[in-house]
């Protein structure tokens, strides 16, 4: 094992990074940039090093500081967390360069599953479903209306990179494809397109889905293991804010069925580390079709550890220095995680601001991993994740009535934030049986 790791992450997962890093004995380097200098994480590790001003570009996804930092503090291993470099193939390429630990799956998984359409095609081989939808990419609107002419409307339209739902949208006929295609070639433009114009995916769109995911290890002796599933339906502008596990949307058999496609896929690109599968289900029929795959740690990761006992970053730790590792935990009870964010209630855009009151609730079965604390500043160059309220029961309806305690008792004062949605969520009759899918927010707001 190596004895320090460098977080090359802000905010809570850092923090959250540098409690395990800590708590196993060894060494935890963080870096910040300057909007950052003042939040929890940095005085929490044994070391910090600032990178460069708020400006992503010029800290936090500058590699050759990064890297720099990690040869100036000793560092053995770095942790990208998630977000800013965590599926960033030549980065990772990067660390194992410099004679570094990266703690992650190999570079080659991580391109293999960033290409949608690369990923969805391995998937199909591999025996795990996919829905109707698009093998190469598509470059122009006339061809993604030929496709969508034999796929079928409605469909998804997406870019073939990035993640965290940035530029999808649904078509429910020509016209609305139109409007879809630029939204998404305006997001491909970020990730990089063919050479002949953006890289766009095709498929058809599932309605009533729930979007559940799988969450897998590839263990050190090659072992791919399947921790059970989370729902995380709960969205807004397919970006997730609530998800739990188990799934109330789906039978043992299609969980069953659901994880074993899971470490399929792991094993086709011979997976290693922590990643998630995710998948789209169909809620009415009981089926699921290959969504895309995650490499790296998910936000929503603790609710995963409430209900079996694992600690993931642990295991992606000792994954990655060559040990030999026992995973097979079974999972016990109901856990669910609220994103807390700096952002309007009602419209869910970002409030930053300062905090001026910041009063955590606790209490058995109530966890939070946050970033901020009172008198520090949530500011506007990252996302507004400010912290992830998680409970657990033994049932559902346990979990439930813990989750409206620690809500109503979890006091912020300054910036905006989400609060009295989840607090509505909590009330919601959908939410609240279970019987939901990815339009519930919408329909909340409609």
């Known amino acids: 094992m190596f004895e320090s790791v460098l977080v090359a992450n802000r905010g809570e997962i850092a923090r959250r990074i540098i409690r395990t890093v800590q708590r196993m004995g060894l060494r935890a380097v963080a870096v910040y940039s300057e909007a950052d200098a003042d939040l929890p994480f940095v005085k929490e590790a044994d070391e910090a090093i ?12 500058d590699a050759g500081k990064v890297l720099e930092a990690a ?35 190999s570079p080659e998984s991580i391109e293999q599953m960033g290409d949608k359409i690369n990923a969805r095609n391995l998937m199909e081989a591999a025996g795990v479903p996919v829905a109707a939808g698009t093998r190469e990419p598509v470059t122009d609107v006339e061809k993604a209306a030929a496709a969508a002419a034999e796929i079928g409307y409605p469909v998804m339209v997406k870019t073939a990179g990035g ?79 609530v998800e739990e596990t188990p799934s109330p949307g789906i039978t043992p058999e299609l969980r069953e069925r659901m994880l074993a496609a899971a470490v399929r896929a792991g094993e086709a690109v011979g997976y290693r580390g922590a990643g998630t599968v995710e998948c789209l289900v169909d809620a009415d029929n009981q089926d699921f079709v290959f969504l895309e795959m995650n490499t790296r740690l998910q936000v929503e990761h603790p609710v995963t550890e409430l209900v079996t006992g694992v600690d993931l970053v ?21 856990a669910i995680e609220f994103r807390v964010y700096a952002e309007d209630p009602k419209r869910f855009f970002p409030g930053p601001g300062k905090i001026d009151v910041w009063s955590e609730p606790s209490g058995e079965g109530v966890r939070v991993d946050s970033g901020y604390a009172e008198g520090t500043v949530v500011t506007p160059f990252y996302d507004p994740l400010m912290a992830k309220l998680c409970v657990f029961g033994q049932t559902r309806a346990e979990a439930l009535d813990r ?23 909590l009330e919601n009759p959908e939410f609240a049986t279970g019987d939901y899918d990815t339009g519930l927010v919408t329909r909340m707001r409609a």
Request: aromatic letters at 6%; hydrophobic letters at 45%; proline letters at 4%.
């Open 50 to 61: 600032l990178l460069g001003p708020a400006n992503p570009a010029q800290s936090y996804l």
């Open 71 to 105: 040869r100036a503090s000793g560092a053995q291993a770095v942790h990208p967390g998630y977000g800013f470099f965590s599926e960033n193939a030549e980065f990772a390429r990067a660390v194992i360069g410099a004679g570094l630990v990266w703690i992650g799956p």
């Open 163 to 241: 993640g965290g739902g940035i530029g999808m949208g649904v078509a429910h006929d020509e016209a609305g494809l139109a409007k879809a295609f630029e939204t998404a070639a305006r997001a491909a433009a970020r990730f990089g397109g063919t050479g002949e114009g953006p890289a766009i995916l095709l498929e058809r769109y599932i309605e009533r889905a729930r979007h559940v995911e799988v969450q897998i290890l590839g263990l050190a002796d090659g072992t791919v293991v399947a921790l059970g599933e989370r729902d995380c339906s709960v969205q807004r502008r397919h970006q997730k804010v």
């Open 314 to 334: 642990e295991q992606q730790l000792r994954i990655a220095a060559g040990e030999k590792t026992d995973v097979a935990a079974a999972a016990n009870g109901h």
């Open 403 to 425: 989750a409206r305690e620690a809500v109503a008792a979890f006091r912020i004062e300054g910036p905006k934030n989400n609060l009295p949605f989840c607090a509505e969520l």
